[in-house]
């Protein structure tokens, strides 16, 4: 399936996620998993043309999957039901990640365009979409220095990633508030990559990608929703968005190494798939959800959109890939 061509557009110094990530090579594990499909074996869902920054994604409950695209600052929705994709939110920003409450309605970190400045950034802000993909802008955060991956962590709470200001943020949607959850050097910056860049719930704990540090930090919370210890859960795992399996098992983005990794408790991260999965330039992972597709994850790929310096000729289409793990996510929402 292809998604109808979108214009692409020039974005001058859009964040600093430009900076190509480097991560540790790790074994190639393909293996044969029974009468079930092939371990690892992988299908193309859906591509997109060369120039588009898919960035994240999520399910809902109803079988539909958003995407957002950075630079066309769109929200696309994916539908397993009729296995087609469209277009289902166009904001005034460039939207990064995203997260579904109990109600339905998607919170959007993002930066706002300036006015009258249609190529810039202004201010990092949050945006809400509701079902039928009318979009305002929710909540503007002066504080924050570049938000990005978020997750729902209770009711009308969730936890966002600050690349930039090594901080985990916590909106509560019905207070209309932003306040600080968690900062640490471990969630900070020591390159031009970003810091904080991921963030996934697992039991008592929040598991944050660290992209400049290429770590997997976690932090544990207590039963009123506070954080506590932070620590590194492993070293050279992870470069952007990941998601989490039943088994505590890690699927990770690779980026612009080119692969997807997967990261246990022990011993060195495993290489799952690469450029001949077509994850070209993989930014996010999420386990699939519903019937018949409960122990596949989904990656995005932008196609090697910063590999190739702005060229178009030197991109592959972005994509929406779905690889078999056999197992299943863990969720903390039905």
Wanted: with cysteine; net charge neutral; aromatic share 12%.
């Amino acid at each position: 399936m292809r998604v109808r061509k979108v214009r692409p557009l020039l974005i001058a110094g859009i964040f600093s996620f430009i900076i190509s990530f480097v991560i540790i090579d790790a074994t190639n594990c393909f293996s044969q998993a029974g009468k079930s499909p092939k371990l690892y074996h992988s299908e193309i869902v859906a591509s997109w043309p060369p120039g588009t920054w898919l960035e994240n994604l999520i399910w809902d409950n109803q079988g539909n999957l958003y995407i957002t695209d950075v630079i066309h600052k769109a929200i696309f929705k994916y539908s397993l039901a009729s296995n087609s994709v469209s277009e289902f939110s166009k904001i005034k920003g460039h939207p990064f990640g995203l997260a579904i409450d109990d109600d339905g309605a998607i919170y959007v970190s993002g930066l706002k365009i300036a006015p009258g400045q249609p190529g810039s950034m202004d201010s990092n802000v949050i945006y809400k979409i509701d079902k039928q993909g009318n979009n305002s802008l929710f909540l503007e955060a002066p504080k924050a220095r570049g938000l990005n991956g978020l997750t729902y962590f209770s009711p009308g709470v969730f936890l966002i990633c600050d690349s930039w200001a090594g901080v985990i943020w916590k909106l509560d949607v019905k207070k209309g508030t932003i306040t600080e959850w968690a900062k640490h050097p471990l969630l900070a910056t020591k390159t031009p990559a970003p810091g904080a860049n991921g963030i996934k719930l697992y039991k008592n704990f929040a598991f944050v990608s660290n992209s400049s540090q290429a770590s997997i930090v976690r932090i544990a919370f207590d039963p009123d929703g506070n954080s506590s210890e932070i620590q590194v859960y492993k070293e050279n795992a992870c470069r952007d968005d990941f998601c989490i399996s039943e088994n505590g098992n890690i699927y990770a983005a690779g980026r612009t190494k080119n692969v997807v990794y997967l990261v246990k408790e022990t011993g060195e991260p495993a290489v799952i798939a690469d450029e001949e999965n077509d994850v070209k330039g993989n930014t996010a992972v999420v386990f699939g959800r519903n019937e018949g597709d409960a122990e596949w994850i989904y990656v995005i790929a932008d196609g090697g959109l910063w590999e190739a310096g702005g060229n178009p000729s030197k991109m592959k289409p972005a994509t929406l890939v779905k690889i078999y793990v056999g197992e299943k996510g863990y969720f903390t929402q039905k």
